[in-house]
Nanobody, 115 residues
Framework: QVQLVESGGGLVQPGGSLRLSCAAS????????VGWYRQAPGKQRELVAV???????NYVDSAKGRFTISRDNAKNTVYLQMNSLKPEDTAVYYC?????????WGQGTQVTVSS
């Protein structure tokens, strides 16, 4: 059974940092393309950052310079380090693993940026 479990969300003040984790079980996460998505209330889900199996990364413009996606293959885990957080980063963050027709999602973790 494949599971992706996100953790690390919470309430943080503007300018603060959080590190989200996405731990996979039942698959070899290192061969998957893994993305972090977010969905704010009333908005569509958007891709925030992605890391390919070879390690290449890409980010939405609003995350460039502030967020870093990385993977620890030994722990079967992908991280999203988020710095200089802004209120507009408030959303539920989801982890997605994709390989061919295999497409897995986590349950999401809430990130709230507010003073």
């Amino acid at each position: 059974q494949v599971q992706l479990v996100e953790s690390g969300g919470g309430l943080v003040q503007p300018g603060g940092s959080l590190r989200l984790s996405c731990a996979a079980s039942g698959i070899i996460f290192s061969i998957f393309t893994v993305g972090w998505y977010r969905q704010a209330p009333g908005k569509q889900r958007e891709l925030v950052a992605v890391v390919l199996s070879g390690g290449a990364t890409n980010y939405v413009d609003s995350a460039k310079g502030r967020f870093t996606i990385s993977r620890d293959n030994a722990k079967n885990t992908v991280y999203l380090q988020m710095n200089s957080l802004k209120p507009e980063d408030t959303a539920v963050y989801y982890c997605n693993g994709r390989l061919g027709s295999h497409d897995y999602w986590g349950q999401g973790t809430q990130v709230t940026v507010s003073s």
